[in-house]
């Protein structure tokens, strides 16, 4: 590309038949899940597919969807991964834990969530010094982003979460051009910069984990003269689309099948419909097929200016389970019900995402049983051990919370 674009493989991200390339994709899951995945297999067969056989992305529609929600209860089942490994657990990197619970296997090749696309759609290059605010800690954010940063060529300060003073000071001390993470974090990055008088360095983000709405992708850009450009991928199947310089909705990514299902009738939604994000990958580490990622969106109809031949979803619209996503973490009701049923004073209780100043809150508002309050900052403490947020925890009156409440509602805008 010219005029100073951003730099990209045009083999890998714009085959000349995208359909194509989808259908190869699509028959080399299906193959490695027969030979190397017992719960890919079971699926498979039910749906009439025992033999590894050239029948593209439409093969697959009678194959029953695997949902992402369903992985905690199905690893509890068969530990420690369901019988989904491709390989001997002996020869894994990493083994990580994202919320839920869910065991996640990270496999020895470079870059194994394929994160590097998505980083050089952003501008970021080789020798660029770039702050990852992702945790390194159990859940796999900050491998993630950091195996795609060094595959570019990049040099990474592993920050992780938290320490905002000593991030802020650190990256303008190292004249970091470039961050990874929430765009939230990003923002309270740059206000404490400026609370302690330090002159931000970033010139280009990328950002992932969390909702970027409009209005605060205009106050990063706008006030700080950042670049801020959106990836989107899973622990399970790695980076599934990412924005070009475009940004004009997420590229598919390379190496990865995306359907877009109607959640009710499973059938392909037409663009502009939405449908949950359901991913197919041939890793041979840990092959998926029809993996439901509970995401919500619907593809694009056109085509992008960027020149890339793949498909683009339209950004996150909501989630099909009841999973709330709060500060780049799942928070699921089986987690809230882990930590409050059948504590002393707890009645009934419902978690409440919403968001002040572009920083999500999640509260839990507690009914508590007559005459005896439950200690508020035990519950806070459960909590944090259980969905690793920290969440305020308020008692409200009697009567408050219906008995077929929902435990979680998020109320946030965009």
Request: glycine share 12%.
């Amino acid at each position: 590309m010219s005029g100073g674009l951003p730099l990209w493989d045009p083999a890998a991200e714009a085959p000349a038949d995208w359909a194509a390339a989808q259908d190869e994709i699509a028959d080399e899951a299906v193959r490695l899940a027969l030979e190397r995945s017992r719960e890919g297999t079971v699926r498979l067969r039910a749906a009439g597919v025992a033999h590894p056989e050239r029948r593209g992305v439409a093969g697959l529609r009678d194959v029953a969807v695997l949902a992402k929600d369903d992985l905690p209860k199905l690893q509890a089942a068969d530990p420690p991964f369901a019988g989904m490994l491709g390989v001997d657990v002996g020869v894994l990197r990493r083994i990580h834990r994202s919320p839920g619970p869910i065991n996640d296997p990270e496999g020895q090749h470079a870059d194994y969530w394929r994160m590097a696309p998505a980083f050089r759609a952003a501008g970021f290059r080789r020798r660029e010094v770039v702050l990852n605010t992702f945790s390194y800690h159990l859940t796999p954010g900050g491998h993630m982003m950091d195996a795609g940063l060094r595959a570019v060529g990049c040099v990474v300060v592993p920050g992780g979460v938290g320490n905002t003073a000593a991030q802020a000071a650190l990256a303008s001390e190292l004249g970091a051009t470039g961050y990874a993470g929430t765009p939230q974090f990003l923002l309270a990055l740059l206000e404490r910069g400026r609370d302690d008088g330090i002159t931000p360095t970033f010139r280009r983000a990328l950002v992932s984990g969390a909702p970027l709405p409009l209005a605060l992708r205009n106050l990063l850009e706008e006030s700080s003269g950042i670049s801020v450009f959106q990836a989107y991928g899973t622990a399970d199947a790695g980076a599934i689309g990412y924005e070009c310089e475009a940004k004009d909705g997420w590229h598919i990514a390379p190496g990865i099948v995306v359907e877009v299902l109607n959640p009710g009738t499973l059938e392909p939604c037409a663009p502009g419909d939405l449908g949950e994000v359901v991913v197919t990958s041939a890793n041979p580490v840990y092959p998926l097929v029809r993996f439901g990622t509970g995401d919500l969106s619907t593809f694009l109809p056109d085509k992008c200016r960027c020149g890339r031949t793949s498909a683009r979803l339209a950004g996150f619209h909501g989630r099909v389970g009841e999973g709330v996503k709060v500060r780049g973490m799942f928070v699921h009701p089986r987690q809230l019900a882990e930590a409050l049923v059948g504590v002393s004073g707890v009645l009934r209780y419902q978690g409440v995402a919403t968001e002040e100043d572009h920083r999500d809150i999640l509260t839990v508002h507690v009914e508590a049983v007559s005459g005896r309050p439950p200690d508020l900052e035990l519950l806070a403490a459960r909590l944090r051990g259980t969905t690793r947020v920290r969440a305020e925890v308020r008692t409200v009156a009697p009567g408050t919370i219906a008995e077929d409440a929902r435990p979680i509602v998020d109320r946030r805008q965009g």
